[in-house]
């Protein structure tokens, strides 16, 4: 991190945080950064933090679920020490000049900005995280490191780089904002916040996001939630079972036995559906050509790719895009 000043030093003065929500991001991406702010307050029973929601251009935004979220132009946010952008989906078409510059002007007077969830794509498209570490979601990181090459893409849950903060999805931001209360109001109120939610762990901002998710698999079958970590950081160049099976001490016969009884499936097959899988989603979020949505997932074979495309989810890409 940065020597750079930052809200994330303690602190007992009582911060103002202006929340800019964006069209087509998820409420739970929003309530991680809003809620413990809440329950900061109420447990400290003081106003540590306060809020003001912005939007693009005053008009109400609707979240994914449909719900309207009301707020103030962000080109007339008042005074504030931080500005946390949240967002999702549709993000090119939302990023217009005019917001870009509303974000330019805002971060030359805030301590801290910072991107949530599909946040840290308009804060690089603003030029606020060039020569910076920065995260987003890991379904869209591969694609954010190669468009935004000034920007050092990490995929850590949550990066705090100086004055700069990035985030994953919705958890990585819940752990975010608990690492702030710790930091700034100290261990006692972030444990409080944090058992208001049932919230346990919290993972550290370094600790890889996850594709598959496999936190219940690291009690009853950790070697298999480890192949699996071993997986997803290898979509491109599939490494063999046995490979897979050696980095994990075991035989590729215990590996596959430990699959079937943890998942129903062989490591192959597991391999071959999240590699499938990843490849849907760029298919569906990116505008990626074929042949490198194949590279991506580890064909190089682009009939191959087709074929096993096809056959796992019942349409080309090239229909599958056609029909959205």
């Known amino acids: 991190m940065n020597a750079d000043k930052n809200i ?12 800019l929500v964006l069209d087509s991001c998820n409420m739970l991406s929003l309530a991680a950064v809003l809620d413990p702010m809440r329950a900061a307050n109420r447990r400290a029973d003081k106003a540590l933090f306060r809020w003001s929601l912005l939007t693009p251009t ?18 007339d946010a008042p005074p504030m020490d931080a500005l946390f952008t949240v967002a999702g989906f549709a993000l090119e078409d939302q990023s217009t000049p005019a917001l870009l510059a509303s974000l330019r002007e805002i971060a030359g007077r805030v301590t801290t900005i910072a991107g949530i969830d599909g946040g840290p794509w308009v804060l690089a498209r603003a030029g606020l995280l060039d020569g910076h570490k920065a995260t987003t979601h890991w379904e ?19 990066v705090i780089d100086g004055r700069v903060v990035t985030t994953g999805g919705a958890s990585p931001a819940l752990d975010m904002m608990l690492h ?18 049932i919230y346990d762990p919290v993972h550290a901002g370094d600790a890889p996001q996850s594709l598959a998710s496999p936190a219940r698999l690291r009690a009853r079958a950790p070697k298999v939630a480890r192949a699996i970590r071993m ?8 490494p063999r079972t046995a490979e897979i099976a050696k980095w994990v ?27 499938l899988a990843e490849a849907w989603r760029l298919a569906v979020d990116t505008a990626r050509p074929v042949h ?33």
């Open 8 to 19: 994330f030093s303690p602190d007992a003065t009582p911060l103002h945080i202006g929340v």
């Open 58 to 75: 005053g008009a109400d935004v609707h979240l994914t679920s449909g719900l309207p979220v009301a707020g103030m132009a962000v080109k």
């Open 140 to 158: 869209d990181l591969e694609t954010f490191a190669h468009r935004f090459d000034q920007v050092d893409a990490h995929r850590d849950r949550y």
């Open 180 to 197: 702030l209360i710790r930091a700034r109001f100290g261990e006692a109120l972030a444990m409080r916040v944090a058992a208001a939610f």
């Open 231 to 238: 997986m997803e950081h290898h979509l491109d160049a599939p």
């Open 249 to 275: 001490a075991l035989t590729p016969r215990a590996l596959e036995q430990q699959f079937r009884a943890a998942l129903g499936t062989t490591p192959g097959a597991f391999f071959l559906n999240l590699r």
């Open 292 to 324: 490198d949505i194949a590279l991506a997932t580890g064909f190089t074979s682009q009939a191959t790719f087709a074929r096993a495309f096809k056959q796992a989810h019942g349409v080309s890409v090239t229909a599958l895009r056609r029909g959205r």
